[in-house]
């Protein structure tokens, strides 16, 4: 499977609300770095890490939440996707558009890092 076959592997599993899918793609060492300003700001590694830090936290805390992909570029085992994250949190009842940038590395087949780079006032802004 080629890095953008990996990442698209993820992104379609997230359409589908299929965590297992979403996570499937991930090396077992994978590093996830979500942006700095966001809730759930930090470096995590390890599958088991990223789904209690990240996933299930999202889940928990928004009633709709969906990262929609715009465009995606590749370039070897680089990956890099644009789009918007959509969502109303569930304590306040905002919604929210925010823009995203994620760069992916793949190597064998498996994701070993992902890092997140968003629009977190407006995220921010609809938790508060």
Aim: proline share 2%; hydrophobic share 45%.
């Amino acid at each position: 499977m080629s890095a953008l076959e990996v990442v698209q592997a993820h992104y379609a599993a997230s359409e589908r609300g299929d965590l297992d899918g979403m996570l499937a793609p991930l090396a077992p060492d994978a590093r996830w770095t979500e942006a700095a300003g966001s809730t759930y700001a930090g470096t995590y590694f390890g599958v088991d890490a990223i789904r209690e830090n990240v996933f299930h936290r999202i889940g928990a805390e928004w009633v709709t939440f969906s990262a929609n992909v715009s465009e995606v570029l590749a370039a070897g085992d680089t990956v890099v996707a644009l789009g918007d994250y959509v969502g109303v949190h569930r304590a306040t009842g905002k919604a929210m558009t925010a823009r995203f940038t994620h760069v992916w590395r793949v190597a064998d087949g498996r994701v070993t890092s992902f890092e997140q780079v968003a629009d977190t006032a407006l995220i921010r802004a609809a938790e508060n």
